[in-house]
């Protein structure tokens, strides 16, 4: 069987994820850049669309692709909506054009009679008016035909050119033969706070910071309305849910439990409480609230102009609902009891693992996906999913989608640390952001590698890093260690390498108790009740509000993929920049990795980059400290002392010192 | 919906044509070396097979992957069938293996009970049992099963190490879960004169020299003996068909045509000749003989261990059958006139191109096939194809496939000489081969350049360069100019940098008169009778039987991307070399690029390469000129004199030089 006619060839279509296997990523507004290798047999000239539409509807929206060299074609488009795009490219050899540009060779040529080519000239316009839907266009190319047939070859050669009829031309273009990319690549185009964002992380236990009893829903605001006085937009909460009794574990992940020890939030299900919806991940814990108050919480964020995120932690305790109405949901023991969790020889008594390959594999994945269904009606829109990497990336593919479908403003970060591969797959599953290794990070030759992979290769088309600084499982040991410059740090770098990152609470009281030669915090509020002095002296809260103020301030830190690092003499030093595409807003970041002593370091500034010269003069001003520095050319020279001002984030800008000039800048 | 369970994640596999979008090419024999990113969720251990099957068939070859690093995955078959396969890997996760590590984890650990585990693991084992369909397999594995279940915890781990049960639970492995890699890949094996062979191209109407009139099949014997005796084993006849008489052109491409003037064999049709097809692409022309005699002359090149080439060209004199029979195949004026070809400003009014796209485009098609499969009746199975590039891309998909389908040993060249993107587009569309830019590739980065972009990249899975010194077309300034030292030094580069090279008869005897300030030949034998001497004094047949023979017995230079340019300190001096992967046969090139004047140089020979030691002596023997020299490591001198030995092709074999060692080299 001969199949359709296929006339152009389209290749090398860019950007793809894995061969077009997987969705791109954007976020509304942005523009998606399309390039591919376009050329057909012959001599005939190529036209070419880019087109676009969202997934489901019929029409596409469209624009012309221009040449660039050697059969490489471009053009670009805005992707407005959030929800899921297919774009393609549709190619077709042009008769009009190739009779234009064939006319205009033999008329120069001096060949003699052009009467054929008069007339077949006449033809191709004659049919483009058989074509025309709008019929003054129809007339007038009638008109143009017409006027073609009865003209001497320069007339004709001149008339060939109007561009009125070169428009009318490619309005009306005969695209019976052309070409499409089959299949359609897809572009997921996710919401603005799915690409900017800083996250504030806090059990609503210890809302209040009792060391004896634990917060509820109607006493956390106080917590929020720090995080939003810092500059916080998403308020984290590690999971709501009613906690297991059975095999509950005690202060610092103990297997005693004391009468009054609280249980770990991971341990979900408990059917023995009162709960309306059975005790599982639809209901909040009694202890928390009711549901009531959960939503009258969301809304209370909500109006502060925040947002919350839930956490998805598929662990059910052995209380669980699910335990009990589809036990077939669970692996089993020959002797027929249910199986906990294991990573040999370590055991988890207080966690049974889902079987997701269960032989009502697709009930189980509905019941999951209905549960953040449940709590997108509850006004929740972001969810980080605890260990994915430990269920099928088939089932976050189907859960995504499924979700996505009605609420395509659903946010999901992948809480995988796990081997790069995984960390990648899920990605392209479909989570929005993901957690990264920037947690293990430290020197300069490895955050350098790092954010140049994560935001330099393909996997910027898909991979979103959240950069947490820490989380209720990580106490990172230069946190530890390197007291509270080394949470500047580590804090300026997070919200500058990307423009997602966030913090669990604690962070900006500087804790750093670990249970010794472990990175875990010592009476971790996994298992206890915490204690606190939200403003205990010492703490960084305000050099924090001043990262996310310049966060907000500089679009520049809103972007991913525009991250640069830079040459500083120094291995102490890391040097990095960010800057929009129209250059209105350059930041230079240098970071201080040494949370010791002063480094100081010649820098190499990329003036080149900025479109400037070697001889220039510029301004650059401190964000942090309100500072400025007049620089020039490359080479200048930074002092950074961890005890004082650990990170320069400056905000560069030309030096205007031409005496015409006003300085408007200031 | 919730699609087919899909367990495993299998990414990123290699090799891929434009990520599965065209087939890879092989010869029969050669290795498919397949990797890909294979893994699963959770701690469940995963195997992989890779799979193969000739296309069509429904059982698969199978082989064990084998891990690698960073969860890449590996595994190497052997095709050899000349035809299409297609591959694809299978993975799962194992509890076999994922319990066998566990329970060892568990059990050097000191856990107890593990009476649960010792269950659970005969159960895996009952239920390979029940799947096993060797009635002693099936009782072992059964046997087994009740061992384990009735051991202590350390017989059992001894029990689930045994080899005997690890090959019975890989050969009955449950695969109900397991996922493939979709769509499967395919891999085109060409039988071995697709990859290595020596091409000589000849008129046969030029077959015996004469001025003044044409030869005949039955006078092409002598030719075909020089060329067998050079040591070519494919002759490539130009079209061989009836010649139009309308429009036909004279001597030197003149538009006026004496009466005496054989016209051009690519002027292909004349139904007004007698022959038994109508005078089309089905005939041979009445001049050279009839297709008895075609028949006899490819029965006698066959017996000669060689093969005839065809010229495969569609273009149609204006009298040929099917601008009678088959009007609306061609294109029309608007007078209702037949188009001719055209390249404004230049006519080519004794051609009329086909249209591809015309409304009967699918019988046009389907007949073109159907010519080629008509020579293939006659033994004839390869076919250059003149100008493809003038053709859709789906039309050489459309006919290559067909063909293959029933003549897998067909070979098809496509003669394109255009852009590179359709250069590259054609191969992947079925060409077995391609001409390149080598003609106009002669310096040292140039050639460097270019061959590592031919045989180093994505193009060495599709694309095989045939290299042609020079064809009726092109007669390269060099070879117009740099005499017979130019000769030698582009047959050599040919032969050497490619297992397949193609000359075009007069090569041999250095004939370079050209049209003045063109690459075309003066007098050429495409509008005219040509006289020679084809033993004419001058002549480089012996250097050409020389090369050919050490084509034959080396095998490096019969592979194609084991091409590697090495280091030589003078720019007019190209180094290169070719080794087989067990480095049994290793050949280096040393090239004087200047035909004039004597160049010498020091050149970095890649004994680490090889497996050797910079303190090293090894012996390099030059297979051209039949000398011996002892090297010394890495550095060693050269010295080319272009009118005496312009070319060193040096086997390279190590030096023994322990007194224990007879040298049995010698």
Chains 1, 2 share one sequence.
């Not at 004659?126 to 143009?144: F, G, T, V």
């Not at 479909?430 to 140049?452: D, I, M, P």
């Not at 997070?494 to 997602?500: E, M, V």
Request: aromatic share 14%; net charge negative; with cysteine.
């Amino acid at each position: 069987m001969i199949p359709k006619l296929s006339t152009v060839v389209i290749e090398n279509l860019t950007p793809l994820v894995d061969g077009g296997r997987h969705p791109l990523k954007r976020i509304v507004g942005d523009d998606l850049v399309v390039e591919a290798d376009v050329f057909k047999d012959g001599h005939d000239l190529v036209s070419a669309l880019l087109k676009w539409r969202k997934q489901g509807d019929v029409a596409w929206n469209e624009t012309p692709m221009t040449p660039l060299v050697n059969d490489r074609w471009h053009a670009v488009c805005s992707l407005f909506e959030n929800t899921t795009y297919e774009y393609t490219i549709e190619a077709w050899g042009d008769p009009f054009r190739s009779w234009q540009q064939e006319f205009r060779k033999k008329f120069e040529a001096g060949v003699t009679p052009l009467t054929s080519e008069t007339l077949e000239g006449a033809a191709i316009v004659r049919a483009a008016a058989q074509r025309a839907l709008l019929p003054a266009d129809k007339r007038r190319l009638e008109e143009i035909a017409a006027l073609i047939e009865t003209s001497e070859p320069a007339q004709v050669d001149a008339t060939a050119h109007w561009s009125e009829l070169e428009a009318l031309m490619i309005a009306w273009a005969d695209r019976t033969f052309s070409t499409e990319y089959l299949p359609y690549p897809q572009v997921i185009v996710d919401r603005e706070r799915a690409g900017f964002a800083a996250w504030y992380e806090f059990f609503p236990r210890s809302a209040e910071g009792f060391p004896d009893k634990g917060s509820t829903f109607r006493s956390c605001l106080g917590r929020v309305d720090d995080a939003k006085a810092m500059g916080f937009d998403v308020v984290y909460f590690p999971p709501i849910h009613p906690i297991g009794t059975t095999h509950r574990k005690g202060k610092n992940n103990s297997v005693i439990c004391e009468p009054d020890d609280p249980g770990v939030p991971y341990a979900i299900g408990n059917r023995h409480q009162k709960c309306p919806n059975g005790g599982g991940h639809r209901d909040v814990a009694p202890e928390l609230g009711t549901l009531k108050d959960f939503d009258w919480l969301v809304a209370q964020i909500h109006q502060r102009g925040m947002e919350v995120a839930l956490d998805f932690a598929l662990n059910c305790s052995p209380d669980h609902p699910w335990v009990h109405d589809h036990p077939e949901w669970f692996f089993k023991r020959p002797d027929g009891t249910m199986k906990y969790a294991e990573n040999p020889p370590k055991k988890y008594e207080d966690v049974y693992p889902l079987d997701y390959q269960n032989p009502n594999w697709r009930e189980l994945w509905e019941e999951l996906t209905q549960v953040i269904l449940f709590w997108c009606g509850h006004g929740v829109k972001i969810f980080r999913v605890d260990n994915p990497h430990t269920k099928p990336v088939a089932f976050w593919q189907y859960l995504i989608g499924k979700v996505r479908a009605t609420h395509p403003d659903a946010i999901f970060l992948s809480e995988a640390f796990t081997r790069p591969k995984m960390m990648k797959a899920l990605a392209k599953s479909g989570f929005t952001q993901s957690y990264t290794y920037f947690t293990w990070r430290g020197n300069k030759y490895e955050l350098s590698e790092y954010f140049t992979e994560l935001t330099q290769t393909a996997m910027a088309e898909y991979f979103r890093g959240n950069l947490f600084t820490n989380t209720p499982d990580i106490l990172p040991y230069f946190l530890q260690q390197g007291g509270r410059p080394a949470f500047m740090i580590r804090a300026a770098l997070a919200a500058t390498l990307s423009p997602l990152y966030g913090v669990y609470s604690g962070f900006e009281l500087c804790e750093n108790a670990a249970v010794p030669g472990k990175e875990e915090y010592l009476d971790s509020e996994k298992y206890q009740f915490k204690g606190r002095d939200w403003n205990a002296p010492g703490n960084i809260k305000e050099f924090l509000t001043r990262l996310n103020r310049i966060r907000r301030e500089n679009r520049a830190l809103q972007e991913y993929a525009n991250l640069r690092f830079f040459h500083a003499e120094n291995d102490n030093v890391l040097f990095y920049g960010k800057m929009t595409e129209s250059r209105d807003n350059i930041i230079l970041v240098v970071v201080n990795l040494d949370p010791w002593n002063r480094q100081d370091a010649y820098i190499q500034v990329p003036v080149e980059a900025f479109g400037w010269m070697e001889t220039d003069t510029y301004q650059v001003h401190d964000l942090l400290w309100d500072e400025r520095y007049l620089w020039h050319g490359g080479r200048n020279f930074v002092a950074l002392d961890p005890h004082a001002k650990p990170v320069h984030i400056l905000r560069v800008r030309r030096w205007m010192s031409r005496e015409q000039d006003f300085d408007y800048y200031f």
